[in-house]
């Protein structure tokens, strides 16, 4: 095959194989072709009774042993043809660039030519390490985030409430911020301050008393969602059908 393209797809020592960059691209070529005919495949019938094939799946790096595994592994139990590639990532995939069928996001999304699936209502709440606590007191009221170090995520420095029918909205400030949640979760387990984040990402950390939550009486207002996007098809595979009824079921 390297021969009749003209060009090396992997460079190998007696060692060691490693796949090029034109490697790399000509396999996302492949897999978007292995994909079709998959379709096409599916569409006489032959895998619907049965669904087989493989999924690429990509999920944030925080949904780790707590939330996807024992997701994935009851869904293989239960659809014994399908194998998994799982990818933990806090990094935006590109579907159709890198061979992905499937990726779970959280927060807001942007508008794209993926479809989407609603998972889950993407439930906010706000942390602290029990040392921070200790040291800095427990915030009573969303007014008294004034007095405390908040963890910033990018350029949100107004934290929205929700409580007996009423909204608030609270001005907060912190001398460490990221637009990486996954550090600012370390931060906080650091005893940095307060950190509003999605319970996914950190419910691990609170189950192990690592985290704990405050201002549980006040509904942080937010549009996030957890998601499961994939790339627009006429056709969608039942390997894929049933794997998104499955997550929907499973959140």
């Known amino acids: 095959m390297e021969d009749e393209l003209g060009v090396r797809l992997f460079d190998r020592t007696t060692r060691s194989i490693r796949i090029t960059e034109e490697g790399e ?20 019938g032959e895998s619907v009774s049965q669904p087989k094939g493989r999924v690429k799946l990509s ?11 024992p997701a994935v592994c009851r869904f293989m139990r239960l659809y014994p043809e399908i194998e998994m590639h799982v990818d933990l990532t806090d990094r935006m995939v590109n579907l159709q ?7 779970i996001r959280v927060g807001v999304l942007s508008d794209s030519t993926l479809k989407a699936r609603r998972l889950a209502t993407d439930l906010q709440v706000i942390v602290a390490s029990p040392d921070y606590l200790a040291a800095q007191g427990v ?15 990018g350029d949100s420095f107004m934290w929205s409430f929700g409580h007996g029918g009423r909204e608030s909205t609270v001005r907060i400030a912190g001398r460490l911020g990221s637009n990486n949640g996954e550090f600012l979760r370390f931060a906080a ?3 940095q301050g ?14 192990r008393g690592r985290l704990v939550r405050v201002l549980d009486g006040f509904e942080l207002n ?30």
Not at 63 to 68: K, L, V
Not at 97 to 103: I, K, P, R, S, V
């Open 222 to 251: 937010s549009e996030s969602a957890i998601w499961a996007v994939y790339l627009s098809s006429k056709h969608v595979l039942p390997k894929m059908r049933v794997l998104l009824d499955f997550l929907v079921d499973w959140f």
């Open 97 to 103: 660039d890198e061979g992905y069928d499937l990726a």
């Open 59 to 69: 999920a944030p790096a925080s949904f780790n042993e707590a939330i996807i595994g």
């Open 139 to 153: 915030p009573a009221a969303p007014e008294d985030l004034v007095r405390h170090a908040c963890l910033v995520r």
């Open 194 to 207: 307060l950190l509003r984040t999605s319970h996914a990402r950190v419910a691990a950390d609170i189950a």
């Open 189 to 191: 387990l650091e005893g």
């Open 25 to 44: 691209s000509f396999r996302a070529h492949v897999e978007r072709i292995v994909a079709e005919f998959e379709c096409a495949r599916a569409t006489l």
